[in-house]
């Protein structure tokens, strides 16, 4: 079921979704723009796997840095990712424009995923955001960490698919148990209970750093 984006999802009323089916919203009158708004779910592993291999080969054998430095590097690099993850929903994606355009470009951003969250389509990042942002981070690694930029990259270019995956699976897959339930719960109650909590998606630790669990 495919409904035409309207004046009302740009408007600054919030709402918290609209439906909890697998249904989407046409976002660009340009069929060209539309085509890219929606990714598969498997093309960040496409994209981002061999980035990972490469990072580490980098490590590994040109810089020849040992496994414990790497591993080292490489969990900071996953402890990062889930900060820029944190501040990337809760100040970007949460922003609340008071011009027209900033209503609509914020829609475009992440509205639409909170009005219909179960969009198949648009619950991964697109590769012409990721990519440039990609690219970003590498060169403020080299600059922060220079040698060992490579091994701490792989590890935030890791964190990201795990949160891409689990993102796609927290709305398309059963999660029955354990901590997978867990985060399931705990990221579909920032959807359907209270939109200004619960910012985490592949951990809650920095929700309980600032404070911004749910009541």
Request: glycine share 6%; aromatic share 18%; charged share 20%.
């Amino acid at each position: 079921m495919v409904e035409s984006l309207d004046h009302r999802k740009a408007s600054s009323k919030p709402r918290l979704y609209v439906t909890t089916k697998n249904e989407t919203a046409r976002m660009f009158e340009s069929d060209f723009m539309e085509f890219f708004s929606r990714v598969h779910p498997v093309t960040p592993l496409i994209l981002y796997l061999p980035v990972v291999g490469y990072m580490l080969y980098v490590a590994f054998w040109k810089q020849e840095l040992s496994v414990f430095v790497v591993a080292g590097f490489f969990l900071l690099g996953m402890l990062l990712w889930t900060l820029l993850e944190y501040l990337i929903h809760r100040y970007i994606f949460h922003y609340e424009p008071k011009t027209r355009v900033g209503k609509r470009l914020h829609y475009i951003i992440h509205g639409v995923h909170h009005d219909y969250p179960n969009d198949s389509k648009r619950l991964v990042m697109p590769p012409s955001i990721s990519v440039p942002l990609a690219f970003l981070f590498y060169g403020v690694f080299l600059l922060m960490f220079g040698r060992f930029a490579a091994g701490a990259f792989a590890g935030l270019v890791f964190g990201y698919l795990c949160y891409d995956m689990l993102h796609y699976a927290t709305h398309h897959f059963p999660m029955k148990h354990g901590i997978l339930l867990w985060l399931k719960q705990y990221h579909l109650r920032h959807h359907y209970k209270d939109d200004h909590a619960g910012y985490g998606i592949s951990s809650p630790l920095w929700d309980y750093v600032f404070r911004t669990t749910r009541k």
